[in-house]
């Protein structure tokens, strides 16, 4: 029976990853009804006419409305003032220095030092044009099975397509 991917299969996750899940979810939820508050409030408004017209009309609270919008606009004309700034600065800072450089590969010992296993372990993986990797709880690679050898696929076949297949499991 082939064993299902963790990707499709939710249920084989640590508890502490669903709690931690969970907790992300219900938060972002409550950030955005919180987004949505003043247009609710702003609906209720609108609803419920007379007590809009009394607050708005009647007890000048447009007035502080106007003063809100100012307030308002003053904050969003700062932060988009800051940002240009920021641009203008960087701007003049990085001109004519070229910092997108590509980073060079990793060493095989660094690759060792990352994947927990030795070298030479590395180098045999690098061999399959196909394979299974196992993960550990923690994402930590436990092993690694060839499904087939690229020596043999180009032994048997002429090689025109070299793409490499990766099953996660």
Known sequence: MKTPLI????????????ALFS????????????????LVTLGGWLF????????????????????????????????GGALMLWAVYNHIRFRGVDRRKETPPPTDHEMGDWARH???????????SVMTVHHDAQGSIC????????????????????RRLLRVV
């Open 7 to 18: 990707i499709e299969r939710p249920d084989l996750q640590a508890w502490q990853q669903k």
């Open 23 to 38: 907790a992300l979810t219900a938060a972002f939820w409550i950030a955005w009804v919180f987004l949505w508050l003043p």
């Open 118 to 128: 030795p070298v030479e372990v590395m180098a045999q993986w690098r061999e399959f």
């Open 143 to 162: 092993r690694v099975e060839p499904a087939l050898n690229l020596r043999n696929i180009e032994a048997a076949t002429k090689p025109t397509d070299n």
């Open 48 to 79: 419920f006419g007379y007590q809009f017209r009394f607050h708005m009309v009647e007890l000048n609270g447009y007035a502080r409305f106007l003063n809100v919008l100012m307030v308002y606009a003053i904050v969003i004309a700062v932060m």
